[in-house]
């Protein structure tokens, strides 16, 4: 049982590249939540989904765009990397009444 | 706007004590709380989950208490080891639709000292 796996681990951008953010969960989860994770601002949600079709806003969704056409996958995409989009994120899936399951997170650094 | 706060920031102590980290939040209504832990440079690995419903969950050492009439969850580590030393955070899920939105504390850093 794989759970979230995101890929890439390590990514670095220069400013103005886009790129995709994979994430994919074999437990049939329903939810799926993007979160950013920077230094002494903890945990952020970016951008979530409780459902295939059905993509909503967190906390911080400038910049960032998802979509979600099947329940297994939840991508996210940067659509013009800036160097503030330097940070650590997370992926995440819950079936309904569980908790969440975490990926192991990308590192991406905006040069 | 539901906030969660983590005293203390961090927590330094020796092995074999027993410790409580707290948690609190400002909004009541609230689907479950997890607690979560993080390594250096890591994902986060979840410990604990209570629904809205229960008072509290144990698993080997720790043990999770929720109080949402307060506002407050502690997670409490028995006989402490140097493995045990990580960042805690403390998430709660709002109740209703928006159940894909955890919002996290800040976390409390521990370390456990031989």
């Known amino acids: 049982n794989a759970g979230v796996t995101q890929t890439p681990k390590f990514q670095v951008l220069k400013t103005g590249q886009s790129m995709t953010l994979q994430c994919a969960q074999d437990?049939?989860?329903?939810?799926m939540s993007w979160y950013r994770q920077d230094p002494g601002m903890g945990l952020r949600l970016i951008h979530y989904?409780?459902?295939?079709?059905?993509?909503d806003q967190g906390e911080v969704p400038n910049g960032y765009n998802v979509s979600r056409s099947t329940t297994e996958d939840f991508p996210l995409r940067l659509l013009s990397a800036a160097p503030s989009q330097t940070s650590v994120y997370f992926c995440?899936?819950?079936?309904?009444?569980?908790?969440?399951?975490f990926g192991s997170g990308t590192r991406l650094t905006v040069v | 706007k539901q906030e969660v706060t983590q005293i203390p920031a961090a927590l330094s102590v020796p092995e074999g004590e027993n410790l409580v980290l707290n948690c609190s939040f400002t909004?009541?209504?609230?689907?479950?709380l997890q607690w979560f832990r993080q390594d250096p440079g890591k994902g986060l690995t979840s410990l604990l989950l209570?629904?809205?419903?229960?008072r509290e969950q144990t698993s080997g050492r720790l043990n999770a208490s929720l109080d949402k009439s307060s506002g407050r969850s502690t997670l409490y580590i028995a006989a402490s080891q140097p493995g045990d030393s990580a960042t805690y955070l403390c998430?709660?899920?709002?109740?209703?639709?928006?159940?894909?939105?955890?919002?996290f504390g800040k976390g409390t850093k521990l370390s456990v000292k031989p």
């Open positions: 995440a899936s819950s079936g309904r009444s569980y908790g969440y399951t």
């Open positions: 437990m049939n989860h329903e939810y």
């Open positions: 989904s409780v459902g295939a079709g059905i993509t």
């Open positions: 909004d009541s209504a609230i689907y479950n």
């Open positions: 209570i629904q809205s419903s229960q």
């Open positions: 998430a709660v899920g709002a109740e209703g639709g928006s159940q894909g939105n955890l919002i």
